[in-house]
């Protein structure tokens, strides 16, 4: 059995933009994504086993002076230990550093990005003390912001131009990527969270890549 973890933010836990509360899991990405990459095999034996480590407003490396402790290269390394042996890391972080109060900028968020899945790697949390394989996701642009407005301004153009940086940096030190943006849209009911239906097309989409990844 394979051990995935999910490492993101808000739309890792669930965040249903309709009402602020958590999707349950029938109506998460990772948990659905989990039940496409099971199909076949008896509920006793799965072939993966998905961890889903989502926080509400993580951020990629930066420190949250507001919100505090959400640090998530700070966080990685117990969380990668506390499930070791890992076969695959599925990041996705980069929403929140888009926060006015970082002055975000796409280099810094992608490079943020990248130092995680480094991070990841350099963490010999895989099989055999190694380093796991690392899927890193590019969150989807921005939707119409309503009550989120006054914390990440007008970021729309910046998120648009995160996926070419991601790629970039992904290629860099050579893990795998993917362009959530290319799948799914941001609801238009906050702007940043993703409505239920989303989930599962982004599932859908992660379930292929994992595929290909630990064939």
Known sequence: MKTILCYGDSNTWGA??????????RNRWPTIMGTLLNQGCSQD???YWIVEEGLCG??????????????????LLPILESHKPIDLVILMLGTNDLKVRFSPTEYDIARGAQRVAKGILESHTGVGDGAPRVLMICPPPTGKLSYFKSMFGDC??????LPGRYRQFAKEIGVDFLDAGEFVQSSDRDGIHLDAQEH???????????RDILA
């Not at 249903?16 to 899991?25: E, I, K, L, Q, V």
């Not at 729309?156 to 131009?161: A, D, M, Q, V």
């Open 45 to 47: 034996q799965p072939n």
């Open 58 to 75: 993580r951020t990629t490396t930066r420190e949250d002076p507001v919100e505090g402790d959400r640090n998530g290269y700070r966080q």
């Open 200 to 210: 599962k097309k982004l599932a859908e989409a992660v379930a292929r890549a994992v």
């Open 16 to 25: 249903d933009p309709a009402t602020g509360n958590r999707f349950d899991h």
């Open 156 to 161: 729309r153009e910046i998120s648009e131009k």
